[in-house]
C-alpha cells in the first residue's frame, strides 16, 4: 500500500465526523484500487521488459557461439588445419606509412593519414616556395588524378608529383602506378609545351631515397630517376629544410596523426 494511502488511514477522526470518516474510507478505498492498477500496468511492463532483456541475452548468446550455422560446416571450420593455425598479425608493415606512426591507425585512418600528409605538403610548399602556383583541379570522372600540381611561371617550370604511403606493390600494381606517372608527363608535356615538366613518385614512407630497399627500387627501373624521398623531393623543389634523419620524420608524421585523430 503507498504512503499516500497510509496518508489518509492514519487519519484521526472524532465521533461527531461519522459522514465524514464514511467519505474518507470511501477516498481510501478508490486510492487503493487506483494503486493496485497502477501496481499491475508496472508489473506487466517490467515483464516485457524482462522478457525482451532474455530475447537480448539469448541473441547475444548466439552471436557468442556463431549463431546457427550448418553443423557440417561447423565440424569443417572447427577441424580444418589452416583455420586452426591462423592467427591475428598485429604488426604493422615494415614498408608502409603507418610504421611510422606511433598509435594504431585503422585501415581508413591510414587512407586518411595519406591525405592528411599529401595536403599538408602541398600547403608547406606554397609556404616555401612563393614562386609556385598550385594548378590542381578537382578531380573529374574518368581522368586521372594529379596528387601534386605546381607551375612555375618565372622559370618555365612543371613539378607534377604522385604521391604513395608504401611502394611496395606487386609486380602489376607497380606497373600501373609508374604507367600512369608516365601518361600523365606526356600530357602535361602536350599541354605546356613550353614548359619543362618534371615528374616525380614520392614514397612519402622514406624521409630519403637511400632508405629505400634495394628490392622495392627494382620495381621502378623505368622511371627509378623519378623516384624520390621526402628531402630529394624537397631539393628538386629548392627547399633548403630537410629532414636529418627518420627520427626528425616521425615527429612530424605524429604530431600530424595526433591533430587528425586524437585532438
Known amino acids: 500500500m503507498s504512503d499516500l494511502t ?9 465521533d461527531d465526523e461519522n459522514n465524514e470518516q464514511i467519505e474518507q474510507k470511501k477516498f481510501v478505498k478508490r486510492l487503493i484500487k487506483i494503486n493496485r492498477k497502477k501496481n499491475k ?7 516485457v521488459e524482462n522478457r525482451k532483456n532474455d530475447d537480448r541475452d539469448d541473441h547475444d548468446d548466439n552471436a557468442d557461439n556463431g549463431g546457427e550455422i550448418n553443423c557440417d560446416f561447423k565440424d569443417v571450420i572447427d577441424n580444418n588445419i589452416y583455420v586452426t593455425n591462423c592467427k591475428s598479425n598485429k604488426k604493422k608493415d615494415i614498408n608502409s606509412l603507418s610504421y611510422l606512426i606511433d598509435m594504431h591507425l585503422s585501415q581508413s585512418d591510414c587512407i586518411k593519414m595519406g ?30 588524378e594529379k596528387d601534386h600540381l605546381f607551375k612555375d611561371k618565372k622559370n618555365k617550370i612543371i613539378y607534377y608529383a604522385e604521391l604513395k604511403s608504401n611502394i611496395n606493390l606487386d609486380t602489376e600494381k607497380s ?18 609545351k613550353e614548359y619543362t615538366i618534371k615528374m616525380f613518385l614520392l614514397s612519402v614512407r622514406h624521409y630519403t631515397k637511400a632508405s629505400i630497399p634495394s628490392t622495392i627500387l627494382s620495381k621502378y627501373k623505368i622511371i627509378e630517376n623519378n623516384l624520390v624521398g621526402m628531402n630529394e623531393y624537397f631539393e628538386a623543389l ?9 627520427n626528425e620524420y616521425k615527429k612530424m608524421l605524429n604530431y600530424l596523426a595526433k591533430k587528425m585523430f586524437f585532438s
Open 6 to 14: 497510509n496518508e489518509y488511514i492514519i487519519t484521526d477522526f472524532t
Open 238 to 246: 629548392s627547399i633548403t629544410d630537410k629532414f636529418k634523419d627518420e
Open 41 to 47: 500496468k508496472s508489473t506487466k511492463k517490467f515483464l
Open 115 to 144: 591525405v592528411g600528409v599529401e595536403n599538408i605538403l602541398r600547403e608547406y610548399i606554397l609556404k616555401k616556395c612563393p614562386n609556385l602556383k598550385n594548378i590542381k583541379k578537382k578531380n573529374k570522372k574518368g581522368k586521372k
Open 175 to 192: 606497373k600501373s602506378t609508374y604507367n600512369k606517372c608516365l601518361q600523365i608527363l606526356e600530357e602535361l608535356k602536350e599541354k605546356y
